[in-house]
């Protein structure tokens, strides 16, 4: 349907097509190195666990696949806009292009190919450790090895954090052993809250009477920051906390101490369980 | 004498006299028959029975007194059918029922643009409390009531913003009709429309709602009276989606000229045509999830109270059955718009016609299979998160075709500036990068950071704002001076372009870097190292919205004081509306149009429709 390169006035004679694709050839290839070095790097949420630093990756290679999709829109618009633009006032057609089968296809065969990396990709990563994001009662990404369990339980309008292999003692602040994988069960007693350790790369949904099952795996000592990220009413803003990984000697210590404080007030808490029902409620004032 | 028979009759003062009767008469019928108050607050007036009831017969009112059953008791009564409603001529048929679809596309254009200004000071509320990381300016309960009312406000008057002025104005016209299917349903629409919108601003005097757009349960089922008018508004916003849909449909299928076939059709109309599908398709489910919702507010079940057996991924999953194609009612006029105005101001047909349809359908399909994508790190269905990775993703081979048929209708064209082609351009961007950074979102592993965080907010202000509003826009400076007969100032609408184009992409682009620095989403307070982010989004966001004046004085100034009367054809366009006068005459055609062609003929020697052709008149 194109029509043919002689028919057209000397003007268009040029073989735009062309130089607009060695300029997108040229572009992405120094700026998608130079995207993945300098802003990779920078990618959230940063190294501190194994989850966190596959988010890393994942998300660096999607800023690589992105970039030269920017370029090739970048270059056609500054080519095409500055190119075919007309001046002066008397209006003017241009060549009735309706259609082209090459362009279609390619287009239609890039973005696709494009389409099903992605999603391969992405269930890859996925299934590897379940990259930190909250799996249900029954996850499917299972990481090998021991876990060391812990609850996590929202409410209006705090995080609290159970330790089932330590008597089910319960702490308003999360702390966790380094180099240790960590089974995490997030529930909810009133609301929808959602758990969100940033540093951690881990966000799983508290839903109430749901056992909301994420993994990480720790790395070395740091404090971290636990947000709520689902809209949980008044007071949702300052559902805010710090956490800490420590050694898994100091661990060990802390949650002997836990214990110990904990004792006096284990009788007035429920026994452990993955979800707490608490009485029907109505409002919250 | 004749001014104060025009106030007795069946108009706007009317109506809104009935309605507060009504919902005087709802609010103590309610009491009378269920006593004060069903809950535990004796003393306390909290009766979300009578507060319902008193809404539904506001909403009766309003439209008995517009007259919305004038026209069944008269055919009860036994008088013949007749379309006497717009036979009213004067400024007074904007203020009331009225079934001309040119009246009810500008009472649109109106209502929705009032609301959008009413949406927008929102938003400038909420920036300002983000100026200082810690520091309350607004109460804990008013911000987020003012988070609430500016989503809600968006994305429910906003499922109408182009199909309602754009698609009421010029579907009829652009398939050769003199009106649409169903016209009091078109006129019903609209005031259900506008009658939500109030109900939803009257939040205020119940103590607002604390649960953002979404009204995630149970957070609902504990909130204040104020939740009702949320979900009465979004009840409303559903019938009146469902109902335009079906008109829509009706419409396009079956009124169109002869000679106007499927492959002739201007793609704007394919994109009303897909929009529609969704609504129609989606809207139901809205209603019934907010009338579930309601009940467990009122009549003590519990559909999704989890202590009592109920379940909150069930409202979540209604929720974004609905959401999700919801948000593709949103972007999908927006596709059409810039691919019907690119050819005009390119001069070469549209390129790919088939691959553009293509495009339009295939997203309209793939959007009611990604919905659970909003829920990956909700532990519901975890198993099926790799489907729905993939299947979102698949959404960006037909948003593709839209790219594609766009640029290749640049490609070589002759391309003018002016303020519509200029916002269609602009859209090219902003959809991208908002596209591209649904791909991250998309993305499973990579959505456990960014799920819920200021980066979702920032990639949905862009797919919205930057592609629907940006339509929006490209549709006003385009079709108004059809619309009205008056020029819009073009040096006016080019700096607001300019204006809006770069501190739009100064308020949002920051808000991707917060969210990857950990900003949550609808939060009041935020870490001490962001705020320099903040204040810098917050500032552009007003001048921003000093922008949106810029467009306010122009849209006044050139309708109300200058009046330059603007040709039938200002843009050289070949569609069909542009065949006819400025504005277009009551009855559209003299003679119904008979098709040879679709609109985009430019360079291939044809010249644009002739009107008077061979049907005979009066066939509508």
Redesign the interface.
Known sequence: MATPAAAAPAS?RRD?GKRVVIAWIVLSVIATPLVVLVLGPQ???GHATV?AA??VV??TV?TA??TP??CL?AV??VY??SQ???TGGA??????????NR??VL??VI??V??LF??AF??Y???QDG??????????ALPSGPKLQIQVIGQQWEFTYRYPSYGGVETPQLVLPANTQIELH?TSL???H?F?A?EL?????A????D???FVKTKGPLTF?V????????????M?NTGRVVPASQFASWVKGQERDFAPVAKYLPRYSTIY????????G | MTVARRLVGFNLLTACVLGVGGWYAGWYGAHAVVGPSLDYFGDIDFNELSLVLAYLGGVLGFLIGLGFLNYPISRMRGYPPSLREKETGGVGRYFGLCTDHKVVGIQYLIGIGFFFFIGGLNAMLIRTELLRPDHQVWPAGTYLTLVGLHGTMMMGMFTSGILGPFGNYLIPILIGARRMAFPRIEALTFWLLMAGGVILETTVFFGGFPTGWTGYQPLGTQANPGMDCYYLFFALVGISMTLLGINMIATIVTMRAPGLTWSRLPIFVWGVLSTSALMVLAAPVLIATLLMALLDRTAQTNFFIPSQGGSPYLYENLFWFFGHPEVYVLALPGFAIVLEILPVFARKPLWGYRLAVAGLLGVSLLSFFVWQHHLFVSGINADLRPFYMFSTELISIPTGFTFICGMMTLWRGRIRYSVPMLFCLSWFFNFLIGGLTGVFLSDTPSDTTTHGSFFTMAHFHYTIMGGLVFAFFAGIYYWVPKMTGFQLNERLGKIHFWTMFILFNSTFFPLFIAGFLGQPRRVVTYAHNLQFINDWVSVSAFLLGGSMLVFLYNFVKSLVFDRVPAPADPWGSKSIEWQLPSPVPVHNFDRIPVFSGDPYGYGEGTGPFPIPAGAPAGMN
Do not use: M
């Open positions: 268009e735009h990618l959230p949420p989850q596959g988010q994942d998300n999607l696949i992105v999709v920017v829109l056609f618009f095409a806009l075919f633009r007309h209006l003017v057609d241009g060549p009735p292009l309706r259609n082209d362009v279609q287009w239609i973005t696709s494009t389409v992605l999603a992405g269930t990563e996925l299934l990259s930190g994001g909250g799996q249900g009662p029954n996850p499917i997030v009133d609301v929808i959602s969100w940033y790369g881990v966000k799983a949904d839903n109430p009477g749901v909301n099952i994420a920051h947000r709520c990220a689902e809209l949980c009413g008044l007071w949702h803003g300052y805010f029902l608490p009485d029907p409620q109505r409002r919250a």
